[in-house]
């Protein structure tokens, strides 16, 4: 198994992007969502950024929402259509790949052209990093973007935006706003989908696969990555996510993470 620590943290860091995670697991209004961002910038020490929500269809996002912290409102226009498209080359890398984005204009970057670049130089972004989560029905999906991040983007950035992403996913999704827009336009899932297997060994222990499995759900991976990573099938991955949600008395994914790093039973390294 490769190891996890893309970038490792000082503890500092390690304990600031916890209490985050923890503003994250209780917040439930754009009020608690605002004052996570703020402790955000404080972390990753970016000037300007920007999140929304959207309905995913294959490779394009719809926004239906957005929040808008420094950038400048011409290029909010620019890289959404008057559809609700985004249309930003950043993002439709990432809805391809769903990995972790980054771009400096003062490097070159072969997965982007001169004329892509200048796209954001034109609007004074000198560095700019980007990840999102899709949800679980694949259906809705939230979008992150950091940008101008002071003495530019480092590993240290990278992996902990791909460690706070999902849980901003998540208290952002628990805003009665976005809650009340998702509601109405993402189909409901079919229940069964969404009920938890119950597991025959009741012993509220995770077993060691279990948390391997929940190691890789800490860094944002989905079942199926999981599923080809660890070589197992993505029903056994699910039913093993199932029961470590179940095992930990969470709610989600995210909430089980949570609840793991508070037990000390994965460490952010």
């Not at 999140?51 to 912290?69: A, T, W």
Request: net charge positive; with cysteine.
């Amino acid at each position: 198994m490769r190891q996890l620590n893309s970038g490792h943290l000082s503890k500092p860091y390690k304990h600031k992007a916890i209490e985050i995670i923890e503003l994250c697991l209780c917040a439930d209004s754009m009020i608690e969502f605002e004052n996570i961002l703020y402790h955000t910038k404080n972390l990753i020490e970016y000037d300007m950024m920007a999140c929304g929500i959207g309905i995913r269809d294959d490779y394009s996002m719809k926004v239906i929402s957005y929040l808008n912290n420094g950038l400048p409102s011409e290029f909010m226009s620019t890289i959404v259509d008057n559809d609700g498209q985004v249309i930003s080359p950043m993002s439709l890398r990432w809805l391809k790949t769903q990995t972790p984005q980054v771009l400096d204009i003062q490097h070159s970057n072969p997965k982007f052209t001169t004329e892509q670049m200048a796209f954001y130089q034109n609007f004074n972004i000198q560095n700019v990093m980007s990840h999102g989560v899709l949800d679980c029905g694949k259906h809705c999906t939230s979008y992150f973007g950091f940008a101008n991040i002071a003495h530019g983007i480092k590993h240290h950035h990278i992996h902990l935006m791909s460690i706070l992403v999902p849980h901003l996913h998540s208290a952002y999704t628990k805003t009665p706003a976005i809650k009340q827009k998702l509601s109405t336009l993402i189909p409901k899932l079919d229940t069964k989908q969404l009920k938890i297997t119950q597991s025959k060994n009741q012993d509220s222990t995770l077993s060691q696969r279990e948390i391997e499995v929940l190691q890789w759900v800490f860094i944002g991976k989905t079942n199926q990555e999981i599923s080809d990573t660890l070589c197992l099938s993505p029903s056994t991955v699910k039913c093993h996510v199932q029961n470590i949600i179940q095992k930990l008395k969470a709610n989600n994914r995210q909430h089980a993470v949570a609840k793991a790093l508070q037990q000390g039973l994965i460490k952010i390294d």
